[in-house]
């Protein structure tokens, strides 16, 4: 049995169940609040476990696997069917191209960690904070939905009809900036997709309100 270490608030938990739901896969869950008691990621079993003390981890049959990206690829190869990834390698570039412009680019800078160093160690207020990652949705959204907008490659999901592991990454990463009451209105493809997306039971069964340690 898969045994999935996560958060319900986490995005990069969030990108894991959805391809965990999208390949059909039954797993366990493991629950780390990431603010409670000073976090409890930060525990010394979960660091044994994960020595970056980040979620999501992944346990399956005796291996861990750490990053969620690195998990949703694993998961690509251990079960191929459905595939998340394109079968031309134009198409498979494409699709990681899109999930790490998320995941690298825009999503570490409105990290947990990131915005509670910008309030408790450097002094800002909430207003600030919410400021600097209204910014960087902002300067990070604008990318990606260049990638998106027009491309003849782009369909009902980012990469034609199918879910991909650019949905994965897409779709928490939208409904994090509506929680910060981010403007959307520049983004129409991504609030398109993610809309779509998000209508699927697959994705819909991963949102954070569905998870059992939702508050």
């Known amino acids: 049995m898969l045994k999935l270490h996560g958060y319900f ?66 998961l690509e190869e251990r079960f191929p069917e459905p595939a998340l990834l394109p079968k031309d390698a134009v198409g498979r570039a494409r699709v990681r191209a899109i999930a790490l412009g998320i995941a690298c680019e825009i999503h570490p800078l409105n990290n ?45 999901f980012c990469h034609g009809d199918k879910p991909t592991l650019a949905d994965c990454c897409l779709v928490p990463q939208v409904f994090n900036a509506r929680r910060f009451d981010c403007d959307l209105t520049a983004f129409p493809t991504m609030v398109r997709i993610a809309e779509h997306a998000a209508s699927l039971p697959a994705f819909a069964a991963a949102a954070p309100g569905k998870q059992p340690d939702a508050e």
Do not use: C, M
């Not at 008691?37 to 970056?52: F, S, T």
């Open 112 to 156: 947990l960690r990131v915005l509670g160093y910008v309030t408790k160690e450097l002094g800002h207020s909430d207003a600030e904070r919410t400021k600097w990652y209204r910014h960087w949705i902002a300067d990070g959204f604008k990318g990606i939905e260049g990638l998106l907008a027009g491309n003849p490659a782009t369909g009902s």
């Open 9 to 74: 608030r986490s995005s990069a938990a969030y990108r894991v169940r959805i391809a965990l739901n999208l390949k059909g896969l039954a797993y366990e869950n493991a629950f780390h609040h990431l603010t409670r008691g000073g976090g409890e990621h930060l525990r010394p079993d979960y660091v044994a476990l994960n020595p970056q003390a980040l979620v999501p981890a992944l346990e399956d049959d005796g291996a861990v696997l750490t990053q969620s990206l690195a998990i949703i690829e694993y």
